[in-house]
T-cell receptor, first 114, second 118 residues
Framework: DAGVTQSPTHLIKTRGQQVTLRCSPKSGHDTVSWYQQALGQGPQFIFQYYEEEERQRGNFPDRFSGHQFPNYSSELNVNALLLGDSALYLC?????????????FGPGTRLTVL | AQKITQTQPGMFVQEKEAVTLDCTYDTSDQSYGLFWYKQPSSGEMIFLIYQGSYDEQNATEGRYSLNFQKARKSANLVISASQLGDSAMYFCAMRERQRSYNTDKLIFGTGTRLQVFP
């Protein structure tokens, strides 16, 4: 049973560039959430997708956008990268109608902006 | 707004001893859930244990137990018989529900770095 997978593992970009991160949820899960974890901090919620729509959004600018595909996988896009976007980006999957304790995370994508 | 507070930036424990990691929370919701995650240096968030606000008994999962004191709004993690592999960051988190879509998001604390020494 495959868990949550994310790609790429690491990424280096320069300021002003655009980046796309990818996530495949755990088998059977239909909801994907994205979190940003800056160095030394706890993860911060970016947004959540269900049925290919953004259902919730945290306090992140419009430069952060996403997409969910019919197979439930998801992408996180960040435009006009800033140095402050350097962080670990975590994807979590769950089942909308499932048990409240099911929130499983992937290994993360470490983004460095130079 | 919901908030999670972890006041211990770092903790040390000797192998085979028990350790308690503190977590307090603030919420006005009657129904909520509390999680503990372990994050090794690799970065992955590993789910450890969950406690629902209406659960009458403290949650346990192997060597992990959650000391849930609702009136004090605390949800401390107890790790018994510590192992060297337990060295990692530990995060307490609370589930915040958006009622319009019945979706959840997690609010995390700042974490506690646990170091287990021989």
């Amino acid at each position: 049973d495959a868990g949550v997978t994310q790609s790429p593992t690491h990424l280096i970009k320069t300021r002003g560039q655009q980046v796309t991160l990818r996530c495949s949820p755990k088998s059977g899960h239909d909801t994907v959430s994205w979190y940003q974890q800056a160095l030394g901090q706890g993860p911060q919620f970016i947004f959540q997708y269900y049925e290919e729509e953004e259902r919730q959004r945290g306090n992140f600018p419009d430069r952060f956008s996403g997409h969910q595909f019919p197979n439930y996988s998801s992408e996180l896009n960040v435009n006009a990268l800033l140095l402050g976007d350097s962080a670990l980006y975590l994807c979590a999957s769950s089942l909308l109608a499932g048990a409240s304790n099911e929130q499983f995370f992937g290994p993360g994508t470490r983004l460095t902006v130079l | 707004a919901q908030k999670i507070t972890q006041t211990q930036p770092g903790m040390f424990v000797q192998e085979k001893e028990a350790v308690t990691l503190d977590c307090t929370y603030d919420t006005s919701d009657q129904s909520y859930g509390l999680f503990w995650y372990k994050q090794p240096s690799s970065g992955e968030m590993i789910f450890l244990i969950y406690q629902g606000s209406y659960d009458e008994q403290n949650a346990t999962e192997g060597r992990y137990s959650l000391n849930f004191q609702k009136a004090r709004k605390s949800a401390n993690l107890v790790i018994s018989a510590s192992q060297l592999g337990d060295s990692a960051m530990y995060f307490c988190a609370m589930r915040e529900r958006q009622r319009s879509y019945n979706t959840d998001k997690l609010i995390f604390g700042t974490g506690t770095r646990l170091q287990v020494f021989p």
